[in-house]
């Protein structure tokens, strides 16, 4: 009963790590077999803290975030040499260099991570298709939150879409080919939510442009399908 009704401490007294901090969303790229995990923020139990029992993550801190690439594989065995059932079981985990977010100081628009790379990742969206991972933001580091996407063959990441200030980039989802056109959706909430960014006379001047009861939907069209 311990692992349905505390699977967390459970899984710790197994021997699981707990130490990972603000994970979002998650996508699948089957023909690889990998697997791909927003880490919004990068600290607190992932860094180094000898306080821990059991001191799993040492990274070093990065309140940009990161997206993380998992190896999956078969025949594995657990820590008393057992055999996982599982042909999924996660054997490596590392953030590719073009998915790791970069501390700066504050710029004139009030940007505090890199504003072409991705800051604080969150909606996670994998096109087999297209052999790409879309990634839209939630972050109070960019006071414009972007829609990103990464081919995982080239390496290169582009910025497609841009929502107003103060909003996150949600909702993301991608059809592949409807009626042999591709669609990449996406939306944005809570318009107008400076949290960290900003100066306030840059406040002032984006606030009256800014409906903070609007939720916009909308999507990419004239792809031709993948």
Same mark, same amino acid.
């Given at each position: +009963? ?10 710790a007294?197994? =021997? ?8 979002? #969303? ?7 077999? $990998? ?10 139990? +992932?860094? $180094? ?5 059991n001191?799993?993550i ?5 309140r940009? =975030? ?10 594995? $065995?657990? @820590?008393?040499?057992?055999p996982?059932?599982?042909d ?13 977010g970069?501390?700066?100081? +504050?710029?004139?628009? #009030?940007? *505090? ?7 604080? *990742? ?6 087999? !298709? ?8 939630? @972050? ?7 829609l ?5 063959? *080239? $390496?290169?990441?582009? !910025? ?10 949600t ?13 990449i +959706? ?12 900003? @100066? ?6 984006? *606030? ?9 939907? =909308?999507?990419?069209y004239?792809?031709? =399908?993948?």
């Amino acid at each position: +009963m311990a692992a349905f009704l505390e699977t967390r401490r459970y899984a710790a007294y197994l =021997g699981a790590t707990t130490e990972f901090n603000k994970m979002e #969303g998650v996508a699948f790229n089957p023909e690889d077999k $990998k697997l791909y995990i927003a880490m919004s923020y990068i600290e607190k139990g +992932m860094a $180094k803290d000898s306080t821990f029992a059991n001191d799993d993550i040492k990274v070093a801190k990065n309140r940009c =975030g990161g997206t993380y690439e998992l190896a999956l594989s078969g025949n594995i $065995k657990d @820590s008393n040499n057992e055999p996982i059932a599982s042909d999924f079981v996660p054997i490596s985990m590392h953030v590719p260099s073009m998915l790791l977010g970069e501390e700066m100081a +504050m710029d004139k628009d #009030g940007n *505090t991570c890199v504003v072409d790379k991705i800051a604080n *990742t969150d909606n996670l969206f994998y096109s087999s !298709r297209a052999r790409t991972l879309f990634i839209g933001e939630d @972050s109070g580091a960019h006071v414009n939150n972007y829609l990103w996407a990464y081919n995982i063959d *080239t $390496k290169k990441l582009s !910025r497609i879409l841009s929502i107003p200030a103060g909003a996150e980039s949600t909702g993301l989802q991608v059809v592949e080919n409807l009626n042999g056109y591709a669609y990449i +959706m996406s939306n944005a909430q809570h318009l107008g939510d400076f949290t960290k960014t900003t @100066s306030k006379e840059l406040q002032q001047k984006l *606030t009256p442009l800014i409906d903070k009861f609007q939720a916009p939907v =909308g999507y990419i069209y004239g792809i031709p =399908g993948l």
